[in-house]
């Protein structure tokens, strides 16, 4: 995964925020895209290095997933 993906995926996580009613299920929504945007900082550190980000700590792709 890359940056541009992983980044991505963090704006539709926070779009959904927008559209669900469940204020339990939002926060999770929210704390996973955050998850997600540090993925997408550790993605562009190391392409910046010349490294692969290691797949091992990708974040859930889904709140169903935690």
């Known amino acids: ?3 541009p993906q992983a980044i991505e995926h963090a ?3 926070r779009l959904r925020v ?3 009613s469940d204020q339990e299920r939002r926060q999770k929504l929210l704390e ?3 998850d997600w945007e540090v993925w997408a900082d550790y ?3 190391k392409a910046a290095k010349g490294e692969v980000a290691d797949p091992a700590n990708i ?3 889904d709140i169903e997933d935690i």
């Open 59 to 61: 974040p859930a792709e």
């Open 11 to 13: 704006i539709a996580l």
């Open 43 to 45: 993605c562009r550190e």
């Open 32 to 34: 996973l895209a955050q």
């Open 18 to 20: 927008k559209n669900e």
């Open 1 to 3: 995964m890359n940056y």
